[in-house]
């Protein structure tokens, strides 16, 4: 081929893409020059050839533009785009909200509210503790799970109750003992430690006690799989004695009446008591002990090590009796990240216990924003979006993966194209063989801030 056959066919390629290009995208025109260039002197077949389909992914800078540890003024600024604010401003929300002041060019659409602080949930104060809830009032997106928060002082009773849907628990501080007696006249009494967990099927009856082991008594997490549970419909003991005649009741317990007169009259939901024994035994069954344990010892089992941080998983493979709940616990490190993934068929309610993180959810059909995360925040993600949770602070992030289900599964972006055909994947992204060559064929769930991960200084 001469050389001025090869210039003409150059120019008719350079044309072509510039077409589809719209007007004003000056990073996708120089994208094309670039990749023209390239096309135009590369001899190896290593180099992606331009495409002429669409134009290119832009690659203005996306980073989150301020966080803990900055000063900056939250301005609505990006770039050339937005402009700042001149009317009343609440900063220090803004502050916390980078990407939602200036969203990454890259969302684009609306998906709904991802993003609950506990901290705005109306709270319940009652003498020996509180409670607070979110539930689809708060969050409507959030329509597989709800949570409650829940803190009791040393020894005090979140008394005896029942729900109709299942209660997954994760301890966020102290120890709670928990009883139970299921459907066959089975008992279970134990103590639940920070970071572990416990759980009772629907409509088993239960209760909650703050232990001693702490002055400050314990503070819990709880899951109910139903984003309309209301923890204010729960079944309790002494409100259903309060609306049953005491005739009645007297005549269930083949009792004499009088032996009811100091019953409450009204329930008593969270109330005052004398802290359990730790080694507390629970009266002898004729039916024995529940086979399968309430609570398990999460809290001892060693996370997986990634490049980036760790993880480890709870699910009825390792908490038998856990069939409706399943969590993974995971940390990031500083730069690095939670890798893009989705979940099949699974809607994750996160928790944030540590650190700072940005999450951006891909809903399909172009559709895509993202939301930031502090302590004590809930993040929720329908099943099926794409999404990763990135690290944006200088220290450890740590945050819980709670799903709707029996065994915890993720599908890793990654894994995917390094086990999809190369030639398959090259076509779609026009990545050199070299960059491919690089794909982990197994997850790397959490991975390291290589890369430009990390915000600019």
């Known amino acids: 081929m001469n050389k001025s056959l090869a210039s003409v066919l150059c120019a008719v390629l350079y044309g072509s893409l510039v077409a589809s290009i719209p007007v004003g995208d000056v990073s996708a025109s120089s994208h094309v020059a670039q990749a023209t260039t390239v ?13 002429p389909t669409v134009p290119y992914a832009s690659d203005d800078p996306n980073y989150w533009l301020w966080n ?40 684009q659409g609306t998906i709904g509210n991802a993003k609950w602080p506990f901290s705005l949930s109306k709270n319940q104060l009652n003498t020996g503790g509180w409670v607070r809830q979110q539930n689809v009032q708060q969050m409507p997106i959030a329509t597989a799970m709800a949570g409650v928060n829940m803190r009791l002082e040393s020894g005090a009773i979140r008394e005896l109750h029942w729900h109709q849907t299942a209660e997954w628990a994760y301890v966020l501080s102290g120890s709670t003992q928990i009883t139970s007696v299921d459907q066959l006249g089975r008992n279970y009494v134990a103590t639940v430690h920070q970071g572990d967990l416990w759980y009772f099927p629907p409509g088993i009856p239960h209760s909650l006690q ?44 083949q009792d004499n009446i009088a032996d009811w007169d100091d019953i409450p009259g009204s329930q008593l939901y969270i109330f005052p008591g004398v802290p359990p024994a730790d080694n507390q035994q629970p009266p002898q069954s004729p039916a024995g002990e529940i086979p399968l344990p309430f609570s398990y010892p999460f809290s001892q089992v060693t996370p997986t090590q990634y490049s980036g941080g760790t993880a480890k998983i709870a699910d009825s493979t390792t908490f038998k ?24 068929t699974e809607n994750e309610w996160g928790f944030f216990l540590e650190g ?5 959810l891909f809903a399909g ?15 929720y993600i329908p099943n099926g979006y794409g999404h990763y949770v990135e690290n944006t602070g200088n220290t450890t992030l740590k945050f819980l993966e709670i799903f709707n289900t029996d065994v915890f599964q993720d599908v890793s972006l990654a894994q995917w194209l390094a086990l999809t055909p190369p030639a398959l994947v090259k076509q779609h992204l026009q990545l050199s063989n070299t960059t491919m060559a690089r794909f982990n064929r197994t997850k790397g769930v959490v991975v390291g801030g290589h890369g430009a991960s990390a915000m600019p200084s």
């Open 321 to 344: 009796v856990a069939t409706q709940i399943a969590v993974a616990e995971v940390t990031v490190q500083p730069g690095a990240m939670r890798e893009m993934h989705w979940h099949p």
């Open 356 to 360: 700072t993180a940005r999450v951006t």
């Open 39 to 51: 096309a135009a002197t590369s001899t190896t077949s290593d180099v992606a050839s331009p495409s």
């Open 210 to 253: 703050a232990t001693n082991d702490s002055s400050e008594g314990t503070e819990f997490l709880l899951i109910f799989p139903d984003g309309t549970f209301n923890d204010d419909n729960t079944l309790l003991l002494t409100d259903w004695l309060a609306h049953t005649p005491k005739e009645v009741i007297a005549k269930n317990f």
């Open 365 to 379: 059909s172009a559709t895509a924003q993202t939301f930031d995360y502090q302590a004590g925040d809930i993040s």
């Open 68 to 107: 803990e540890t900055t000063t900056s003024d939250p301005q609505p600024e990006r770039g050339s785009l937005g402009a700042n604010i001149l009317g009343p401003q609440n900063v220090q929300i803004d502050k916390q909200n980078p990407d939602i002041l200036t969203p990454p060019t890259t969302d």
